[in-house]
């Protein structure tokens, strides 16, 4: 498996913090970068669109700071966000910033598009895009991706429904490249485990929620506190596409999370539309990861727990190789 030198020399831990739709903002962005990880967001979080070159002068400014001042530990890369669908009228607008800044890191998602990869690459950027399956895997990297971002079952918002293990291990029979897996990962040992089963890094995204930098309601960061795997419902009901919800939160919508139909959002009767749900302001996205999120810390403090894990998970991995290598090669002889 072969990264590109940005992915590979400029991270302390093997993680890309996924872009939060609505949440993500500079101050968590340029916090994870300080803290060694990839930062990223969505293009469409700045609203409105001219609010988008404000945000990457200041996270390059900042970076650019950080780096002069501590010339022994970089800060990581930034990556944004891009919506390639069509319906997104905001692409060739933000893509153009993206050209400007020299953004690192383009991550696309509903849609691959040659135009895109070819205008990230033609200043040096890469470009990775999330998948939920081996069909788009194959498409996005005809189409010129660099590298592909696995979301399987369990991931925060939309997501897909195969199992990391099956994901990961068909992309692997003919992708040698960038690989990241989304889905569940909440702690520095499932880091270490992506790793295991053939992914080069982690796509973490429901536990920076419960931080605080990240541009989220109070009360939804209480709630991942509070949550756990079996707080979370997997339904198209909102958004006309399945992704993973927070049940409380569709509760407190007056809605049952227990008995939702499978129907098209645009079709269902909530009342008036100012009582109508909405996906992320009122119905809070998340993924199964969050029974390890106890708390509400910093973004670097959360970067530092992840770190601390994930060195222990390695030396437990080494005790584990020492005991069953030395047997498995006695058995083979």
Same mark, same amino acid.
């Given at each position: 498996?072969? +990264?590109?030198?940005?992915?590979?020399?400029?991270?302390?831990?093997? /993680?890309?913090?996924?872009?939060?739709?609505? /949440? %993500? $903002?500079? *101050?968590?962005? /340029?916090?994870?970068c300080k803290a060694g990880i990839v930062g990223s967001f969505p293009a469409l979080n700045a609203r409105p669109a001219e609010q988008l070159e404000q945000w990457l002068q200041q996270i390059?400014?900042?970076?650019?700071?950080?780096?002069?001042?501590?010339?022994?530990?970089?800060?990581?890369?930034?990556? !944004? $966000?891009?919506?390639? @669908?069509?319906?997104?009228?905001?692409?060739? @607008? *933000?893509?153009?910033?993206?050209?400007?800044?020299?953004?690192?890191?383009v991550i696309t998602s509903l849609g691959a598009r040659v135009e895109v990869n070819d205008a990230v690459h033609g200043y040096g950027g890469i470009v990775l895009h999330d998948i939920i399956n081996d069909t788009f895997? @194959?498409?996005?990297? #005809?189409?010129?991706? #660099?590298?592909?971002?696995?979301?399987?079952?369990?991931?925060?918002?939309?997501? =897909?429904?195969?199992?990391?293990?099956?994901?990961?291990?068909? /992309?692997?029979?003919?992708?040698?490249g960038p690989?990241?897996?989304?889905?569940?990962?909440?702690? =520095?040992?499932?880091?270490l485990a992506a790793q295991a089963i053939g992914a080069d890094l982690a796509y973490i995204g429901s536990a920076f929620i419960a931080t605080k930098e990240a541009r989220a309601d109070e009360a939804y960061k209480r709630m991942i506190v509070e949550s756990s795997a079996e707080d979370i419902v997997y339904t198209n009901l909102f958004t006309g596409v399945l992704g993973n919800y927070?049940?409380?939160?569709? &509760?407190?919508?007056? +809605? #049952?999370?227990? $008995?939702?139909? !499978?129907?098209?959002?645009?079709?269902? %009767?909530? =009342?008036s539309e100012r009582e109508k749900p909405k996906a992320w302001k009122t119905i809070w996205g998340c993924g199964q990861g969050i029974g390890a999120v106890h708390d509400v810390p910093g973004?670097?403090?959360?970067?530092?727990?992840? =770190? &601390?894990?994930?060195?222990?998970?390695?030396? %437990?991995?080494n005790a584990l190789r020492g005991a069953w290598l030395p047997a498995t090669r006695q058995r083979a002889a």
């Open positions: 498996m072969s +990264l590109p030198p940005i992915l590979k020399d400029k991270l302390r831990l093997p /993680i890309v913090g996924s872009p939060l739709f609505i /949440i %993500s $903002n500079p *101050d968590l962005v /340029i916090a994870q390059t400014e900042e970076l650019a700071e950080h780096d002069r001042r501590h010339p022994d530990r970089p800060a990581a890369p930034f990556a !944004v $966000n891009q919506i390639v @669908h069509k319906s997104n009228d905001r692409l060739e @607008h *933000d893509l153009a910033l993206c050209v400007k800044y020299r953004v690192p890191i895997a @194959h498409k996005a990297i #005809d189409k010129g991706a #660099d590298g592909l971002i696995a979301v399987a079952a369990g991931a925060g918002g939309h997501a =897909g429904g195969l199992s990391p293990f099956a994901l990961v291990q068909e /992309i692997r029979a003919w992708f040698d690989l990241l897996l989304s889905g569940a990962i909440a702690t =520095g040992r499932s880091v927070l049940k409380p939160s569709i &509760r407190n919508a007056g +809605l #049952d999370p227990d $008995n939702l139909p !499978v129907s098209d959002p645009s079709k269902m %009767s909530f =009342g973004a670097a403090e959360l970067v530092e727990r992840l =770190g &601390r894990e994930y060195e222990a998970a390695w030396e %437990s991995m």
